[in-house]
């Protein structure tokens, strides 16, 4: 016969487990996530786009922080021009943090975390019109992230959109956002447009402390139909920490897109996202170079990037029509080009040849009145004297077969204009060939501006070194003719210059 008092034991332990287990579903069920990182809006077209968001284990980014420690350089040889290296590239990453940490202990960190995510999205001015998305899992190989692509959408229109996020099924909804956006208008329609391109937003050269840079508050007070960022987003290469792992570079780019200014910035307005070296992977980068970043390789860099940004185009050539007046190109300069070094010629490319098919079939195809090219790397320049010894863009002589060509089509097109990013000063150059015309957009902030370095200034028709900024570009209709305004502006809006062209036609 069973002792009772043994089978009273039982039944206690079993309460007892079965109250553990309810209270540790609870603990689970509320337990809290976020959206510290905000969300992006990308790839505006017509009918389409792409919102981005990523869950987050904190609300808002770690204010105080332990400080990364000096890297030994030695453990990147190409940073330095050392050939030996005495700890091994793979030690790096490590030799960063303080003993113990990790990089959730750093500064403005945004450790992600597991959960789910909603999006429920309507036209501004018609609630009826609301569609509510299933509730998916974010992806922790991707950094936490999701893409909704959307489809279906009307031109001109504006529409507002939430994001909700939870841990899981058995949670309550313990983070939302808000935003908006308006599609792009008709091929028919001549309606104005305004957009800005901004390029090189270092970290450690922000100035606007923990809220980032000045120019993305300045951005969201001039109701911009979109932006574009022409590539240099983050930087791997440089100290605090050296991405020679996948995790800093992810931390990067978290860091970054926690700040206030970029945050509020991008619920609001549409932008576009272009790579360059430093966010491809390393300075003057291309895919087959010698692996100098310790354990982080190039096509790491390209998943983080595609991570990191909507992308509708993973090859990250595209094109996208706004309006009668405007259709925009935005080039891959990393991905496809051949070595730096390799010798001049026809068989030197730095976009390679199926993107150079794709941009001339696509303008040759286009009848908007004004067409923009936009590039992560200069074609006319000129570059920093010692920078053309790298050879790294269709400004150096190391280009010049591909550059000849590329500069001598973009001129012969009606109403063509190029906007380079990469350039950490503000110009617009003339090349003195085919009279093709170079706006960039300079350094995001003054302390991250310098002066072009070479004395050579005649291709210029605007030059302004050293102090940071941004370029708008509006296409409006004057008495019924095209016109686009090229405008310059400093930190705060200030207009520094304004280029006026009227349409050809």
């Not at 750093?106 to 959960?115: C, E, K």
């Not at 996948?246 to 931390?251: E, L």
């Not at 945050?263 to 272009?274: I, T």
């Not at 591909?402 to 109403?415: F, H, P, T, V």
Request: some cysteine; overall charge negative; hydrophobic content about 35%.
């Amino acid at each position: 016969m069973q002792n009772p008092h043994k089978k009273q034991l039982h039944l206690l332990l079993v309460i007892l487990t079965s109250l553990a287990a309810l209270f540790g579903c609870s603990q689970q069920a509320d337990e809290e996530v976020f959206q510290a990182n905000g969300i992006k809006i990308g790839e505006v077209s017509q009918t389409t786009a792409i919102i981005w968001t990523r869950i987050t284990e904190i609300e808002k980014p770690l204010s105080d922080g332990l400080e990364f420690t000096s890297l030994d350089r030695k453990i990147i040889p190409k940073i330095i021009g050392y050939e030996d290296h005495e700890l091994g590239l793979e030690k790096g990453y490590g030799y960063q943090l303080p003993e113990g940490a990790s990089l959730d202990d750093t500064p403005h960190a945004v450790p992600g975390t597991r959960g789910e995510v909603r999006l429920s999205y309507w036209e501004a001015q018609n609630d009826s019109s609301k569609q509510v998305l299933d509730w998916l899992p974010v992806d922790s190989d991707s950094d936490y992230t999701k893409h909704f692509p959307l489809s279906g959408l009307k031109p001109r229109t504006k529409y507002a959109l939430k994001v909700d996020a939870r841990k899981n099924k058995s949670s309550k909804t313990s983070s939302t956002v808000f935003g908006f956006f308006t599609t792009a208008p008709s091929a028919e329609a001549a309606q104005p447009i305004t957009f800005a391109v901004t390029t090189c937003t270092d970290y450690y050269n922000r100035d606007d402390g923990d809220k980032g840079h000045r120019i993305f508050k300045t951005m969201k007070s001039m109701n911009l139909d979109f932006m574009v960022h022409a590539g240099d987003v983050v930087y791997y290469d440089l100290p605090g920490p050296y991405a020679t792992h996948i995790d800093a570079a992810r931390y990067r780019w978290n860091r970054m897109f926690g700040l206030t200014n970029l945050v509020e910035l991008l619920k609001e307005v549409p932008s576009y996202w272009m790579k360059d070296d430093h966010d491809s992977w390393d300075n003057d980068c291309w895919p087959t170079m010698q692996n100098e970043m310790g354990l982080f390789t190039y096509e790491q860099g390209k998943q983080v990037f595609d991570e990191q940004v909507p992308m509708s185009d993973k090859r990250h050539f595209r094109t996208f029509r706004w309006g009668k007046d405007l259709q925009i190109w935005m080039i891959e300069v990393r991905d496809f080009r051949s070595p730096n070094f390799d010798p001049d010629g026809p068989d030197k490319s730095l976009w390679g040849k199926e993107q150079v098919r794709w941009f001339k079939q696509t303008v040759e195809a286009s009848d908007a009145t004004f067409k923009i090219l936009i590039s992560p790397t200069p074609m006319v320049g000129p570059d920093h004297l010692w920078k053309g010894d790298m050879n790294d863009n269709h400004a150096d002589e190391g280009w010049s077969y591909e550059g000849d060509m590329l500069r001598e089509y973009i001129a012969s097109q009606k109403n063509m204009y190029f906007i380079c990013g990469d350039r950490h000063w503000q110009y617009i150059s003339r090349h003195p060939k085919t009279g093709m015309l170079e706006y960039a957009a300079g350094a995001s902030s003054d302390k991250h501006a310098i002066s072009m370095l070479n004395d050579d200034t005649s291709m210029h028709l605007y030059y302004g070194p050293d102090k940071g900024g941004f370029l708008t570009v509006t296409m409006e209709r004057d008495n019924g003719v095209p016109t686009a305004r090229f405008r310059h502006h400093g930190v705060n809006g200030e207009l520094f210059n304004e280029d006026v062209r009227v349409s050809l036609d």
